[in-house]
């Protein structure tokens, strides 16, 4: 190849760079910079003062007063997590809640998503919004109104009584089953929703193949569909297992006290305890408990795509 046909890659124009820039200025503002404060409350000292930390930076003091203070910081508070049993029961016990009600959520929202996916298309818009439609209401609302229907007087008690299915009231509100229900109920649009998208993308023609190949209905769907849906399936399952173990309103409101969760240990000791340096380390700890693996995923399928490719 001659130089002439050597073709010079295009260059960005000012609008291309800032298209491009945007998007990290954005995680530098709402999630580097608010990250790098708790960073640091985490290795001050609890106090008796407002804010009730030290050190704080006060640049009135000057530039070596500064500096000076980065000698105060200290890494007792996540030594202190590592002797207290609360705070590694409460990791293990929410990353479990929070697995089993991903899961819960994926065998449920499932087949939501594949009905609508197949459902006439006049049909599917509706369908969009009946699931979508619950966010027109508060949070607060939704799992106030599931104390209302699983407590022992409430409406499921009543309804089974009355069919005679049970003799005596069950026992559902604050225990582990409540935070299960309150949690597949909240989440499960956020499972639904990229799911439906991968599977109202799939190519009908490659089930009439398969289907014209004499394969059963049953094996094409494990052999074609779910296979094409898992980007949907890890996408839906992330948005769920994500806020589901640091969730505190759900467990609190629907859970008993024997339900340990990580969002509750770190309200308590945010606003009972007032230990901030103690918190911060706690929800240093639960970001990265949820940002490594999903750095890991991430580099592991870019590797198998370029391979595959």
Do not use: H
């Amino acid at each position: 190849m001659s130089e002439d046909q050597i073709v010079a890659p295009p260059k960005r124009s000012l609008g291309g760079w800032l298209l491009i820039a945007a998007p990290y200025f954005w995680l530098l503002i709402f999630f580097l910079a608010p990250f790098l404060i708790v960073f640091k409350i985490s290795l001050s000292q609890v106090a008796i003062a407002i804010p009730p930390y030290t050190p704080t930076f006060d640049l009135a003091e000057g530039w070596q007063a500064f500096w000076g203070s980065f000698s105060e910081f200290s890494v007792e508070n996540y030594l202190w997590l590592t002797e207290d049993d609360l705070y590694w029961k409460s990791y293990v016990s929410s990353v479990v809640i929070a697995g089993i009600s991903t899961f819960l959520t994926l065998l449920i929202g499932y087949p939501i998503a594949y009905g609508m996916a197949r459902s006439p298309q006049s049909w599917r818009p509706t369908l969009l919004m009946l699931v979508i439609l619950p966010f027109w209401t508060s949070f607060l609302i939704r799992v106030y109104a599931w104390i209302g229907i699983l407590k022992n007087e409430g409406l499921l008690n009543q309804l089974l009584l009355s069919l005679g299915l049970i003799s005596e009231p069950l026992t559902i509100l604050n225990t582990n089953i409540a935070v299960y229900i309150g949690i597949v109920y909240s989440y499960l649009p956020f499972l639904v929703l990229p799911l439906y998208a991968s599977l109202e993308r799939l190519d009908g023609s490659l089930l009439e193949a398969a289907e014209d190949l004499g394969c059963p209905p049953w094996k094409a769907f494990w052999k074609i569909t779910v296979p094409l849906s898992l980007p949907g399936v890890i996408a839906g399952c992330f948005l769920v297992f994500i806020p589901a173990v640091g969730e505190f309103v759900i467990p609190d409101l629907l859970g008993g006290s024997d339900t340990l969760m990580i969002g509750k240990t770190l309200w308590s000791e945010f606003f009972n305890n007032r230990d901030w340096p103690v918190s911060s380390a706690v929800a240093v700890i639960l970001l990265l408990i949820l940002v490594i693996p999903i750095v890991l995923f991430q580099n592991q399928q870019q590797k198998m795509s370029e391979k595959n490719g």
